[in-house]
């Protein structure tokens, strides 16, 4: 039952930034409403049964990593069922038999690579120091709140000045490299470095995932760097990892943790308009007409639906309007869920290992592999030879299929970003066709040991799980879109022209897969001006009193 004088926050949206946001909002006294549209919390990290009761499928979202331990230990997860099992490292079987593997062992990952190239094993040590450095730098800065670049404002200009210290240490060598990074392709990187089509192939993957952009696009150098920021609290950064329970169980985790700590979460329950009086919020309005009151409303929904559907235009700065009908989220994302009855057994790696089928098993053996498969998309054609991002959780999961069958998790790309207009099935399971395919062709025996099959195109992931245009980040990661243009600008503090209105998506900084900051950084923004509101009026009455 909502309180005689509603809440204090509304938060739009159940996926993990919501419950984040609720949950620390929660443990510091303020009641707390979470309205989620589906019928169970997730959004895209949610874990689901295609295939019938005894197979857990992690149907979008299939790895943790950025999701902060500072997160992690403040609403205590571990109690809540929170547990991670660490990914094994990348192994890249191939056609014509051979394999690649990078083993996290310095010594047995250059015997690898050397199988390929001696040049590249060698220059591969280099390569995780450049990153690793780079990494340093700018990846605390994922976690900071941007500030207003450009601002003249005298809190605005001290923001700007905190941000510079982050880069104190950034010598003239950094700043280019830093500088290159950010309007690179991951191809140009590569191939300065690199020979051997197997780990230039290997290695682009990384650059590519989820993004509208192929391996030779300006700009994915960058979100290869933002797969080597994370940490999954072993200090060891770079780490992914499955959650027990799929990602379902991270977002269960996070609702449990929530409530446990005093928030309300409600499933079904789909907001139709956040209500807007005078330039503040007032609260939501849900599609069953019940209207909620609240002086704080959090968004954590794509920011097209956040602003474009669920405010009237009206109560926006035109040019904010502007700015959010430009963001570009577009995405030629496939996601194949498929159980299986047995364990793949790998031409060149036969022998069952879990390093090897519990890593990240990459369908993908050169730069020109990936480009042609985004080209093919561009041009408005599914690709014909997809390639994958490959896991299978239940290797270390026992609880997400029966004894001896799996669950097999393929993140694929590209089909033309247009398909989130219309369903295109039938295209959709060609393409998987092709996808069973190419896993058979280096595992004989993949197709025929299928018992079930789940392919989810861009007008799914757009239509059921509200990722518009299919795009899994919200919005795409270019230089365009990052940092201080995350996703307005002047709004990438989390705050909006809206007073009392907050966004905490995956569109803001610090979004870009399940980190969770985004909901932490929002629960900072709105403590902060709880308090200098609280001080304003203290300070009125103080004046009204002279």
């Known amino acids: ?28 006294g303020l009641s707390v409403l979470v309205c989620e549209a589906r019928e169970v919390v997730g959004g895209a990290a949610v874990s689901e049964h295609p295939f019938g009761p005894d197979y857990t499928v992690t149907s979008l979202s299939y790895v943790v990593s950025l999701l902060p331990p500072s997160i992690v230990k403040a609403l205590d997860l571990a109690a809540h069922g929170y547990h991670v099992y660490p990914q094994g490292p990348y192994f890249a079987p191939r056609r014509d038999g051979t394999h690649l593997r990078l083993p996290d062992d310095p010594r047995a990952r250059h015997a690898e690579i050397s199988k390929f190239s001696s040049k590249d094993a060698d220059a591969y040590e280099a390569w995780e120091e450049e990153m690793g450095r780079l990494g340093k730098i700018l990846g605390p800065m994922l976690a900071d709140i941007p500030p207003a670049l450009g601002s ?31 309007s690179a392709s991951v191809a140009d990187l590569l191939e300065d470095r690199f020979t051997s089509d197997a780990l230039k192939g290997v290695l682009s993957v990384s650059g590519c995932i989820g993004s509208w952009a192929g391996p030779r696009s300006a700009g994915t150098a960058y979100v290869t760097l933002h797969h080597h920021v994370g940490d999954l609290g072993d200090g060891q950064t770079g780490a992914w990892g499955f959650p027990r329970g799929g990602m379902g169980g991270v977002t269960r985790a996070l609702a449990a943790a929530a409530r446990a700590l005093g928030a309300t979460v409600r499933t079904s329950a789909p907001v139709a308009r956040i209500d807007v009086r005078d330039g503040r919020t007032t609260g939501v309005t849900l599609e069953d007409g019940t209207t909620v009151r609240a002086g704080t409303v959090i968004t954590t929904a794509h920011p ?86 490959v896991c299978i959780p239940s290797v270390f999961d026992d609880s997400l299929a029966p004894p001896g069958h799996h669950v097999v998790s393929m993140f694929t790309q590209w089909v033309p970003h247009t398909w989130n207009t219309e369903p295109h099935q039938d295209e959709l399971e060609s393409y998987a066709d ?83 900051i985004p909901g932490r950084n929002v629960v900072r923004q709105v403590l902060a001006d709880r308090r200098s509101e609280r001080l304003r009026s203290r300070v009125r009455r103080l004046a009204g009193r002279a």
Request: glycine share 12%.
């Open 1 to 28: 039952m909502e309180p005689r004088d509603g809440y204090d926050v509304v938060i739009v949206g159940a996926g993990h930034n919501g419950l984040v946001a609720a949950g620390l909002l929660a443990r510091e």
């Open 434 to 516: 092709r996808l069973v395919a190419r896993m058979d062709a280096v595992a004989p025996g993949f197709a025929g040991s299928v018992v079930g099959r789940q392919v989810i195109g861009p007008h799914e992931m757009e239509t059921k799980y509200h990722l518009v245009g299919g795009n899994i980040f919200h919005g795409e990661l270019t230089l365009g879109q990052m940092f201080h243009a995350r996703p307005a600008a002047g709004f990438a503090d989390l705050r909006t022209p809206v007073a009392g209105l907050y966004q905490a998506g995956s569109a803001t900084h610090g979004g870009g897969g399940v980190t969770g």
């Open 152 to 182: 003249r404002r005298p809190a605005d200009l001290a923001r700007q000045a905190l941000m510079l210290r982050r880069l104190k240490d950034v010598d003239t060598r950094g700043a280019v490299d830093i500088a290159r990074l950010f």
């Open 304 to 389: 097209q639906i956040s602003f474009l559907r669920l405010l009237d235009r009206r109560d926006l700065p035109a040019d904010f309007v502007t700015d959010i009908e430009r963001w570009k989220t577009r995405s030629g994302t496939v996601k194949v869920n498929v159980a299986v009855d047995r364990l793949p057994t790998f031409t060149s790696h036969p022998e069952y290992d879990p390093q090897v089928h519990g890593g990240t098993i990459v369908l993908a053996e050169s730069v020109d592999d990936l480009e042609n498969a985004y080209q093919e998309a561009v041009a408005g054609r599914p690709s014909t030879l997809p390639f994958a991002d």
